[in-house]
């Protein structure tokens, strides 16, 4: 029963961890996205 308990609780610590890298991994690809976006713009801005 005590195995059982520890194997949940090794779960769910490693489902926090998933959902973490899970967040971390959409701000990155969020970030990413904005400065390529804010960079063309840049560029469309001086060719203008």
């Known amino acids: 029963m ?6 949940v609780n090794c ?3 490693i489902e ?3 959902c973490f ?3 971390v991994v959409e701000v ?8 390529e976006m804010s960079y063309f713009l840049f560029q469309e801005s001086i060719e203008a």
């Open 21 to 23: 890298f899970l967040n």
């Open 2 to 7: 005590i195995e059982l308990m520890y194997f």
């Open 28 to 35: 990155i690809t969020e970030v990413s996205v904005a400065s």
């Open 16 to 18: 926090l961890l998933l």
């Open 11 to 13: 779960l769910s610590m």
